[in-house]
């Protein structure tokens, strides 16, 4: 479970600040410098693949979708289909769950 930015993005930076697990950079160069992986299909700005957790263990909806003033821009990326995406989210995978754990968030899954 993962999200991308699209090419549809107008680089205001709005979610930058808005992610807990710093999964998003101004730029691939910058992301993949720090050891992260970026899939393909992203803008200028993008969300590295290894931190997204769609802002399990934060929050009950992407942080970045939701500060996002371009409809659409943070998506689920279709390279990582295990979670249920944005518009389904009921149910946690078992991927994201120990995703969150390993990067800190002490969530527990109650569902």
Known sequence: MSLLITTECISCGACVPECPNEAIFESRSDAEAKGNH????????????DRCTECVGHFDE???????PVDNCCISDPAYPEGQGLERRPKLTSVTIRR?????HGFVNHG
């Open 62 to 68: 992407p942080q970045c979708s939701a500060v996002c």
């Open 100 to 104: 969150a754990r390993r990067l800190g």
């Open 38 to 49: 970026v899939g393909e299909g992203q803008g200028d700005y993008v969300i590295t693949n």
